[in-house]
């Protein structure tokens, strides 16, 4: 049972662009969503991340906006670089007992920025 | 501070052979993961610690997968036998308990193992 889904297995934009990465999730008691990066031969950096209470959060050329009505979320790139190019994983937070968080994952988006 | 260092890099096998995984947290993370990533998924919860102890494992195939965190430090994932849907990358993370809420984990680099 997938609970976090990226249904766009990649993504290409041009340099200087914005780049729209969409995830989307079935569960209810997810309370963060979180953005990692993979570059390859490496594990994957935590970029963003969002609580479930809020609808938007900003760093630097990176946006994550969550709808929680649709139970959609999204990570806007701007301007896109071509340093970004990796694999971007959403993954959701949940409480599974005491202070004991535990993450899921999607499948992953490839984005490519062509210079 | 240090990151999450994980051995070997990259590991083939036939199958049915045995293999393990060795990883060593960051210094103080009490909570440490094993992660498979399949390629095209992404990764897969196996197991979760805390400190030297097992919090989650339901998702553990515990008739060919073990997994150990000897003093709550460095974790050993061990594979025996090998089958050839195990060929993944195995991550290790570590965090603390509320930083793993919202800011996520630390991941290791992996290892990636082939099972011929």
């Known amino acids: 049972d997938q609970q976090v889904k990226q249904n766009s297995p990649s993504l290409s934009v041009q340099e200087g662009r914005i780049s729209i990465l969409n995830c989307d999730y079935t569960n209810s008691m997810f309370d963060y969503f979180l953005w990692y990066k993979k570059y390859p031969a490496e594990g994957p950096t935590f970029l963003i991340s969002i609580s479930s209470i809020k609808d938007k959060n900003e760093d630097g050329r990176f946006t994550v906006f969550l709808n929680k009505s649709a139970k959609h979320l999204s990570l806007h790139i701007v301007p896109s670089q071509p340093g970004d190019s990796a694999v971007y994983f959403c993954a959701a937070s949940w409480n599974s007992g005491g202070s004991n968080y535990k993450l899921t994952f999607g499948k992953g988006t490839l984005l490519t920025v062509n210079p | 501070e240090a990151g999450v260092a994980q051995s070997p890099r990259y590991k083939i096998i036939e199958k049915r052979q045995s293999v393990a995984f060795w990883c060593n947290p960051i210094s103080g993370h009490a909570t440490l993961y094993w992660y498979q990533q399949i390629l095209g998924q992404g990764p897969k919860l196996l197991i979760q610690?805390?400190?030297?102890?097992?919090?989650?494992d339901s998702q553990l195939p515990k008739d060919r997968f073990s997994a150990e965190r000897l003093k709550g430090v460095d974790s050993t994932l061990k594979i025996q036998p090998a089958k050839l849907e195990d060929s993944a990358v195995y991550l290790c993370?570590?965090?603390?308990?509320?930083?793993?809420?919202?800011?996520?984990?630390?991941f290791g680099s992996g290892t990636r193992l082939t099972v011929v």
């Open positions: 993370a570590s965090t603390t308990n509320e930083a793993g809420r919202g800011y996520g984990y630390t």
């Open positions: 610690f805390q400190n030297n102890g097992v919090v989650d």
